[in-house]
């Protein structure tokens, strides 16, 4: 599987050395130890749809100006509004709690995290060292570059994986489809595809076995030839 991403990121760092590379791959902010490449694309580079120059229809610049804010602006507004009727009310509580939004209180468990045991995957493995740095940035709502650089390398570890096993069952299943000179040009790509991925390796075993749930799955399709009782046979 072709990674264009990684690929990127990896030619720079063995091109430009590990701290550039990280800075042409993600950003200025890498150099302060947080990323942002995540929260920006090319998109945001522009302006969408702006109202016409020579209009005087204020309402239409307001939106405009709404929406290139993003979503910042129209938050506060509602956070100040939610805490105005709830003061209105007596709700001080209430009107303290919608001051503080759910991502402020993530945030503060993700810095929790990765100040005393760092950033670790669903099943606890350790992808980062523990940083009272890195929870500063996190509890600002900064993704740490250190996180950032961990899950870049743990999303393409899975994608390839997920990449090799479907080619090794491709393989597996064109071997058991093939006959005569197919067969020999089949165990080629076996093995060719074992020299490559030695720990994800078709073994014979691994043929008969699917070979046995080919002839199983054709026990009711009479006129299919098959060469399983030649293979066993000895």
Do not use: C
Request: positive net charge; hydrophobic residues 40%.
């Amino acid at each position: 599987m072709f990674d264009l991403k990684n690929a990127i990121h990896r030619y720079l760092v063995e091109h430009m050395g590990k701290t550039a590379g990280d800075v042409a791959a993600g950003g200025l902010p890498h150099l302060a130890g947080f990323d942002l490449s995540s929260r920006m694309g090319l998109a945001d580079l522009f302006f969408h749809e702006p109202p016409d120059l020579f209009s005087a229809d204020k309402e239409a610049w307001k939106n405009f100006a709404y929406n290139e804010a993003g979503p910042m602006l129209s938050f506060l507004a509602e956070r100040t509004s939610q805490f105005v009727g709830h003061m209105q009310k007596g709700e001080g509580f209430q009107a303290v709690s919608s001051l503080v939004p759910v991502k402020m209180y993530q945030d503060a468990v993700k810095a929790a995290q990765l100040a005393t045991t760092g950033k670790q995957n669903s099943l606890g493995g350790q992808m980062t060292k523990p940083s009272a740095l890195d929870a500063a940035y996190q509890l600002f709502g900064l993704k740490p570059a250190s996180v950032a650089e961990a899950q870049e390398k743990s999303t393409t570890k899975v994608n390839y994986n997920a990449e090799v096993k479907a080619t090794r069952d491709s393989i597996l299943k064109a071997f058991v489809a093939a006959n005569g000179a197919d067969r020999a040009a089949a165990q080629a790509r076996i093995n060719a595809f074992n020299k490559l991925h030695p720990a994800e390796a078709i073994k014979p075993q691994d043929q008969i076995k699917m070979m046995k749930y080919r002839q199983q799955s054709q026990s009711n399709q009479p006129g299919r030839d098959t060469t399983l009782n030649k293979m066993l046979n000895y």
